[in-house]
């Protein structure tokens, strides 16, 4: 099956910061979507973006499809972006089966 | 919140035990996705079902099994329980399986059930 990679693992950071998150996948998709779980332990969806970019408000994503990687960007960090960030995708004939990466553990100081 | 609900929000119970958990997709949405989440094997994709069929499968084990109603509520059972189905239990909904241009389309989750296994 398809394989996902996220880097980093952890990320600490102090409020006002940038970061970049990056999703590496092994084979070609017809979903990605990247989430951010909280501390509750709810998962949020950021973005569905199989490819290109999308922004909203201080997040933005690009998905490179043909070189299979996607990338999340947040800027000016703030502590409630806290959590656990993941990527997911589908591919093939999966029928929409999310693959999920490991997660990368942004923690935001203030 | 998504619109997806799930029911209840924890579970205490023992091992050997059986269980249901119960899931209600967004408004207009036909297909019903369960994934698990454990400490140690992360998320993992369980089992899928569209307008009332099963459509795909993961590493579900045997002595799960779920079933998606004619109302498009779906139920997860799981029985004889083991300590290691610990987890927290998640439910995503989307509108088909299948989008166009051979996309799928986006999946929105509930807020899970969290099963202890004692």
């Known amino acids: 099956g398809i394989q996902v990679e996220q880097s980093p693992p952890d990320l600490i950071l102090q409020e006002g910061a940038n970061s970049t998150l990056r999703c590496n996948f092994s084979?070609?998709?017809?979903?990605l979507q990247w989430f951010h779980q909280n501390p509750w332990g709810q998962l949020i969806n950021l973005f569905y973006?199989?490819?290109g970019t999308k922004q909203n408000g201080r997040l933005s994503a690009t998905t490179v499809a043909t070189e299979r990687y996607s990338l999340l960007y947040i800027s000016s960090s703030q502590t409630t972006d806290s959590g656990v960030y993941f990527c997911?995708?589908?591919?093939?004939?999966?029928?929409?089966?999310?693959?999920f990466g490991q997660g990368t553990i942004l923690t935001v100081h203030p | 919140d998504s619109g997806v609900t799930q029911t209840p929000k924890h579970l205490i119970t023992a091992t050997g035990q059986r269980v249901t958990l119960r899931c209600s997709p967004r408004?207009?949405?036909?297909?019903v996705y369960w994934y698990q989440q454990s400490l140690d094997q992360g998320l993992q994709f369980l089992i899928q079902?569209?307008?009332?069929?099963?459509?795909a499968k993961g590493n579900i084990l045997e002595r799960f099994s779920a079933q998606q109603f004619p109302d498009l509520h779906s139920e997860l059972n799981l029985s004889s329980l083991e300590l290691g189905d610990s987890a927290l239990y998640f439910c995503a909904s989307s509108v088909r399986s299948e989008g166009t241009s051979g996309r799928t389309d986006t999946q929105y989750f509930g807020p899970g059930t969290r099963l202890t296994v004692l």
């Open positions: 997911a995708v589908a591919g093939g004939t999966s029928y929409g089966k999310l693959t």
């Open positions: 973006i199989p490819s």
């Open positions: 084979d070609s998709v017809n979903n």
């Open positions: 079902y569209y307008n009332g069929e099963e459509r």
């Open positions: 408004s207009g949405d036909l297909s």
